[in-house]
């Protein structure tokens, strides 16, 4: 069938996570976890289900940008985007006009990557293949043949990128059979969102080693005494063998991040998170420098715009994990670029997730990475976050405190259309009881 796309439609669908302090932290104390949510209606009936994440107010201004975006999508066959699907992202990305707009960051992006993230569902759905699936299955040619490396061939060229996905090639089923029986290792920040009661975050915790967690991430930096007090605590609950991560999400200056981080080094963390501004790439590398004899690595991501920034990072080895994001960056062929790229750095990727339906679509990108880039699992795991997944209608599978890889065709974005009509802004159910309280 030639699936040409006929419609594409767009809803602001928030949850008010906020009342109950889900996702709070140093920055966001307040949100509420929401998506633009996009479905492609074909001539045929199949539909591709995207999305993108935000937190709440200002949603309304995403589901503009990818109605700005729709006409460049609607009369498209699927056939012809993906056999030139470079040429397809840079036609989202680099309209003449639009692109002032970006390019290819902020609103406009995170509208193309609900757009894309369609149009991936869609392809998947069509070849009855989960994404995860998808990309495994395909030749690394055509793999390649997604990218944009548009500015980024001083750091990775279109002959290096098919080299390591050949290399790859090698042990790929061995690995394959191992996701599908063991599944791809997590961690858990559900435990520790800055917002928390102490009581709730020992309850949490409890609950969550009991259920085989041994990784976990505590939300830092709104006070000093209170970090040092929640990190200790959080540390006597898990124990000394088990891996503690801290996230500051952007709260601090460079100076106050190195002195901030070097008082909770006796909790022994991983990493620190975003410990500053997302766009100040020297002044992680300083970190990154002036954390290394503590044993303190630095992990960014989730808010990094653009491939080109991500080549920054790692040119000056300003991050020791990776952290994609699949409603960040332009969607699965923007993070292609980063996985491949990554591994030629030889940083371990450890993608974002939580929020609403972030892990339901990063499990197919680090499966794939896994299986088909890396082919490692040394110092690499996925964020989990146990909210909102009983709102989609493939959702995630933790066992043993991993991502089992998904089995329904698609990219797991499809969201039940009973949530969609309850919690669409402002008109829904949900949102109708809370305005007129």
Same mark, same amino acid.
């Given at each position: 069938?030639?699936?040409?796309?006929?419609?594409?439609?767009?809803?602001?669908?928030?949850?008010?996570?906020?009342?109950?302090?889900?996702g709070?932290?140093?920055?966001?104390?307040?949100?509420?976890?929401?998506?633009?949510?996009?479905?492609?209606?074909?001539?045929?009936?199949?539909?591709?289900?995207?999305?993108?994440?935000?937190?709440?107010?200002?949603t309304?201004?995403?589901?503009c940008?990818?109605?700005? +975006?729709?006409?460049?999508?609607?009369?498209?066959?699927?056939?012809?985007?993906?056999?030139?699907?470079?040429?397809?992202y840079?036609?989202?990305?680099?309209?003449?006009?639009?692109? #002032?707009?970006?390019?290819?960051?902020?609103?406009?992006?995170?509208?193309?990557?609900?757009?894309l /993230?369609?149009?991936?569902?869609?392809?998947?759905?069509?070849? !009855? *293949?989960?994404?995860?699936? +998808?990309?495994?299955?395909?030749?690394?040619?055509?793999?390649?043949?997604?990218?944009? @490396?548009?500015?980024?061939?001083?750091a990775?060229?279109?002959?290096e990128?098919?080299?390591?996905?050949?290399?790859?090639?090698?042990?790929?089923?061995?690995?394959?059979?191992?996701?599908?029986?063991?599944?791809?290792?997590?961690?858990?920040?559900?435990?520790?969102? %800055?917002?928390?009661?102490?009581?709730?975050?020992?309850?949490?915790?409890?609950?969550?080693?009991?259920?085989?967690?041994?990784? @976990?991430?505590?939300?830092?930096?709104?006070?000093?005494?209170?970090?040092?007090?929640?990190?200790?605590?959080?540390?006597?609950?898990i124990?000394?063998s088990?891996?503690?991560?801290?996230?500051? /999400?952007?709260? #601090?200056g460079?100076?106050?991040?190195?002195?901030?981080?070097?008082?909770?080094?006796?909790? *022994?963390?991983?990493?620190?998170?975003?410990?500053?501004?997302?766009?100040?790439?020297?002044?992680?590398?300083?970190?990154?420098?002036?954390?290394?004899?503590?044993?303190?690595?630095?992990?960014? !991501?989730?808010?990094?715009?653009?491939?080109?920034?991500?080549?920054? @990072?790692?040119?000056?080895?300003?991050?020791?994990?990776?952290?994609?994001?699949?409603?960040?960056?332009?969607?699965v062929n923007?993070?292609?670029?980063? %996985?491949?790229?990554?591994?030629?750095?030889?940083?371990?990727?450890?993608? $974002?997730?939580?929020?609403?339906?972030?892990?339901?679509?990063?499990?197919?990108?680090?499966?794939?990475?896994?299986?088909?880039?890396?082919?490692?699992?040394?110092?690499?795991?996925?964020?989990?976050?146990?909210?909102? $997944?009983? $709102?989609?209608?493939?959702?995630?599978?933790?066992?043993?405190?991993?991502?089992?890889?998904?089995?329904?065709?698609?990219?797991?974005?499809?969201m039940?259309?009973?949530?969609?009509?309850?919690?669409?802004?402002?008109?829904?159910?949900? #949102?109708?009881?809370?305005?007129?309280?």
């Amino acid at each position: 069938m030639s699936h040409k796309i006929i419609n594409v439609t767009v809803r602001d669908v928030r949850f008010p996570t906020s009342l109950e302090q889900h996702g709070s932290d140093a920055m966001h104390t307040d949100p509420d976890y929401s998506t633009a949510y996009v479905v492609i209606d074909t001539d045929y009936g199949l539909k591709g289900f995207g999305f993108t994440f935000t937190l709440g107010k200002g949603t309304e201004i995403v589901v503009c940008a990818v109605e700005a +975006l729709a006409g460049l999508v609607v009369g498209k066959f699927l056939q012809d985007i993906v056999s030139d699907f470079r040429g397809f992202y840079r036609l989202l990305t680099s309209d003449s006009q639009m692109r #002032w707009l970006g390019p290819e960051k902020g609103v406009i992006h995170l509208a193309t990557a609900a757009v894309l /993230n369609a149009v991936w569902d869609l392809w998947a759905r069509a070849e !009855g *293949k989960p994404l995860w699936k +998808l990309l495994v299955d395909m030749d690394p040619k055509q793999i390649v043949s997604c990218i944009d @490396f548009r500015y980024i061939t001083d750091a990775l060229t279109e002959e290096e990128a098919l080299d390591i996905l050949m290399k790859a090639q090698d042990g790929k089923q061995h690995r394959e059979d191992r996701m599908l029986k063991e599944g791809y290792p997590a961690y858990t920040t559900s435990c520790a969102w %800055l917002g928390y009661s102490d009581q709730r975050l020992k309850q949490l915790c409890t609950d969550a080693l009991k259920s085989g967690w041994t990784k @976990f991430k505590v939300k830092v930096g709104a006070d000093l005494e209170d970090d040092i007090r929640r990190c200790r605590l959080i540390r006597q609950m898990i124990g000394p063998s088990n891996t503690l991560m801290m996230d500051a /999400n952007q709260r #601090w200056g460079v100076a106050e991040a190195i002195s901030w981080v070097s008082s909770l080094a006796e909790f *022994k963390p991983l990493w620190i998170e975003e410990p500053t501004s997302p766009d100040d790439i020297l002044g992680h590398a300083a970190i990154s420098k002036a954390l290394a004899p503590l044993g303190i690595g630095v992990a960014t !991501g989730e808010q990094c715009h653009s491939r080109v920034m991500f080549k920054q @990072f790692l040119q000056a080895s300003a991050l020791q994990f990776v952290q994609i994001d699949s409603c960040r960056l332009g969607s699965v062929n923007e993070n292609l670029a980063v %996985l491949l790229m990554a591994h030629k750095f030889q940083v371990p990727v450890c993608p $974002h997730a939580g929020g609403v339906g972030l892990c339901e679509l990063v499990q197919h990108l680090i499966l794939f990475d896994y299986i088909g880039v890396s082919g490692s699992l040394s110092d690499r795991m996925c964020e989990y976050v146990d909210h909102l $997944h009983e $709102h989609f209608t493939s959702p995630v599978v933790i066992q043993d405190a991993h991502y089992m890889p998904p089995k329904e065709p698609g990219y797991s974005c499809e969201m039940l259309e009973s949530t969609v009509q309850r919690h669409q802004y402002p008109d829904g159910d949900v #949102w109708k009881l809370i305005i007129n309280k």
